[in-house]
């Protein structure tokens, strides 16, 4: 959950503690520039309730919820300031109108989507996908079409890897797997039973996962290092489609490919062309611009 949205939620408590929540929300931006003193005196309070208050939340005190709180606002203040993810159009829209907003949207959705992999384990979780002889992915949803589309090329170059849509088999999967095995968990929500139920044993067997998932803290985050954000506009339930979050998963899994790729692209190139001519010779067009050299 994000930060913003725990101060929201955070109704019962001490009169105290409510004067800090209003405070953090209303100071949002200021709040780096200032301290737990001033606060304290600007609200009759002491500063080690603010400290409290802070740990309460789940956040080791003052300092290290700031520089989170500081980073949220950062992301959330960026990007889609001319278009809204869950409602990108209105229905007195012209099909024109429609078409120009989707891909404003989409330009959006990949410029967030870059933002977040800063924050991101890619290097670690690159190392993991090279390494690694098999990957299984379990994803929630409509992020499967994300999972398939990256297992589609990613097998293509000679790499392993196994979309599971049932829950169940994932978790046996899980619990027989070694460490010559990579699971990747794909949620928006970061909190379906059966991919926690995973994870879990996972961790259990101590061997690494990935998670690509929204930011702002979830039970999956809470279960491994080795995470990947992906777009965190999108509403869970009140929205027009899941522009974001597929298109997101599909980009950031897009990255991880080409990052795998790229340290032998040579080879990997030579493999898919010759592997395509033996099962596609017979594959040809009538327009020049598809034609192979």
Do not use: W
């Amino acid at each position: 959950m994000l930060i913003r949205d725990r101060l929201n939620n955070f109704q019962k408590g001490t009169d105290a503690e409510l004067l800090i929540r209003d405070f953090f929300l209303r100071r949002k931006n200021d709040l780096v520039k200032i301290s737990t003193h001033t606060i304290a005196k600007e609200l009759y309070i002491s500063a080690s309730t603010i400290t409290r208050f802070c740990q309460k939340l789940g956040f080791l005190g003052y300092p290290d919820f700031v520089k989170q709180y500081q980073e949220e606002n950062e992301y959330l203040d960026s990007h889609f300031n001319n278009i809204d993810p869950n409602i990108p159009f209105l229905s007195e829209d012209t099909t024109a109108i429609v078409n120009n907003k989707i891909g404003t949207l989409y330009k959006e959705i990949i410029d967030d989507s870059l933002a977040l992999l800063k924050k991101s384990s890619l290097n670690t979780i690159e190392y993991l996908i090279r390494d690694c002889d098999h990957i299984y992915i379990y994803a929630a949803g409509d992020l499967i079409l994300a999972a398939e589309n990256f297992e589609n090329k990613m097998i293509k170059v000679g790499k392993t890897v196994s979309v599971e849509r049932r829950g169940d088999n994932a978790f046996f999967k899980a619990n027989y797997s070694d460490a010559n095995s990579l699971f990747i968990l794909l949620s928006y929500s970061g909190e379906t039973d059966n991919l926690l139920k995973i994870a879990h044993r996972l961790n259990d067997k101590q061997l690494p996962f990935v998670a690509v998932t929204t930011m702002g803290g979830n039970s999956l985050t809470e279960l491994t290092n080795n995470v990947i954000y992906i777009s965190t506009r999108e509403k869970l339930i009140n929205n027009l489609g899941n522009f974001s979050s597929v298109l997101s998963a599909m980009f950031v899994l897009d990255i991880l490919y080409a990052d795998f790729v790229n340290e032998n692209q040579e080879q990997a190139l030579n493999n898919k062309k010759q592997v395509s001519k033996l099962f596609e010779n017979r594959r040809s067009s009538r327009n020049p611009l598809l034609e192979d050299n």
